[in-house]
């Protein structure tokens, strides 16, 4: 890369699900684009440590981006895998309340009212279910007070969806340049200078999709209302249990940061309990953490029923890019700023992140790209 080089039409910062959805979508749109990674491949950050799941929409509130992006990324993402030939399997999930829950009454109004929740985002497929009806369909589990189940959530293989996607571009001509991280931007009259390791290079609009990283990037063009704190995931993998054809997830806690350590399927058979939430320091220590072995075994108890502590080994972690503060509460929507203008930063893209990676890159493509105003939030 050099500095002399014309200036490409779109750079894209990291090439996680996200950068690589939205170089896929801007190719189509005819523009020359670069994508400049810090590390040796593609979908090495959050994108290489999470759940795979394809999520339906119960949990956003209604019109946000984050259950827009996800009602519509399920549908994109479920055609573009079985077009491109993606491991993904259409599980459905089954979320239960216990009959043995603490406060039953309290969980089965929570669940009516994620139900709810989900019908006003339009989420497909998702229905209460009776107790016989959830103890048909999961025989293993113990007995339920109430259920709903969401036919269209699954799995998918992260990692393939991320290469498929970066592969499309790259056909497209779609260069990408790793070892590259960036380090620093510059604005000019006409276009935006900016440095990475592997030389300066120039781009009349440029997209940050840096993933954890994304307000460190936002800072270099002046943007700092946005701080990314990080929350871990850990997980724990099943060993010689029934085998469980949903995933299976209690009724969220209120003010939980995460879902509840749920049950989450892979496509080979395995079978794992988490993530759990926890806000850390560290945006890169994902060190083992096997003293959560306690917790997990009773939540896991709790959710799928009698379990020996030996049939519960530790599995690794993921860490989230969450914009919501440790003391907050509430959830913060994925956000989309355009500052200054032809620079997009997309922050705080947590889960359902990949599942609204293709949705996003539209809206991206379709708006951004095209210099439409990009509405915040
Ligand atoms: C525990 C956990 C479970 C999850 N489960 C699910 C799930 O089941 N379903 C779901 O839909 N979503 C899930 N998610 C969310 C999903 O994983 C993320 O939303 C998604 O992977 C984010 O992708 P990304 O491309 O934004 O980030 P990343 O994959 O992190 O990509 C950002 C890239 O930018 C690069 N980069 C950073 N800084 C620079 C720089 N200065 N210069 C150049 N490159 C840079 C990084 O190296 C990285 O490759 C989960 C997340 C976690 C943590």
Not at 179 to 187: C, K, L, M
Not at 282 to 288: V, Y
Not at 340 to 364: D, K, M, N, Q, R
């Amino acid at each position: 890369m050099s500095e002399t080089d014309d200036a490409v039409d779109v750079a894209i910062i990291g090439a996680g699900v996200i950068g690589c959805a939205i170089a896929a979508a801007a190719a189509r749109h005819g523009s020359s684009v670069l994508v400049l990674e810090r590390e040796d491949r593609e979908g090495t950050g959050v994108t290489s440590r999470n759940s795979g799941v394809v999520h339906s929409g119960l949990y956003y509130p209604p019109g946000s981006r984050k259950a827009r992006a996800c009602v519509r990324g399920q549908a994109l993402v479920y055609e573009w895998a079985a077009r491109r030939g993606v491991a993904h399997r259409r599980t459905g999930k089954l979320v239960i309340v216990p009959a043995s829950a603490p406060r039953v009454d309290a969980a089965v109004a929570a669940l009516h009212a994620l139900h709810e929740n989900a019908r006003r985002s339009g989420a497909r497929g998702c229905e209460l279910i009776s107790p016989e009806r959830a103890a048909r369909l999961e025989p293993s589990l113990p007995q339920c007070a109430a259920a709903m189940l969401c036919r269209h959530s699954g799995i998918i293989d992260v990692h393939e969806l991320t290469r498929s996607l970066l592969a499309d571009a790259c056909q497209r001509d779609v260069v990408v340049a790793t070892r590259a991280e960036v380090t620093r931007v510059t604005p000019g009259a006409r276009d935006f200078t900016i440095e990475s390791a592997r030389g300066p290079v120039r781009a009349t609009r440029v997209i940050n999709a840096a993933g954890l990283y994304a307000d460190r990037v936002a800072r270099m063009v002046g943007l700092d209302d946005y701080t990314i704190y990080p929350c871990r995931g850990d997980y724990f993998r099943l060993r010689r249990t029934p085998r469980f054809e949903h995933l299976i997830y209690p009724v969220r806690a209120p003010g939980d940061p995460g879902l509840g350590i749920h049950l989450t399927l892979e496509l080979d058979g395995g079978q794992r309990v988490g993530p759990d939430a926890e806000y850390v320091d560290a945006r890169d220590d994902f060190g083992p953490a096997e003293h959560k072995h306690a917790v997990f075994l009773e939540a896991t108890r709790r959710l799928l029923g009698p379990l020996a502590p030996e049939q519960l080994a530790y599995d690794g972690c993921g860490i989230r890019p969450k914009l919501r503060a440790p003391h907050e509460t509430r959830d913060l929507d994925f956000i989309l700023r355009e500052q200054p203008a032809g620079f997009l930063h997309l922050l705080g893209i947590e889960s359902p992140g990949v599942t609204a990676a293709l949705a996003l890159a539209e809206e991206v493509a379709d708006g951004f790209l095209k210099g439409q105003a990009v509405v915040s939030g």
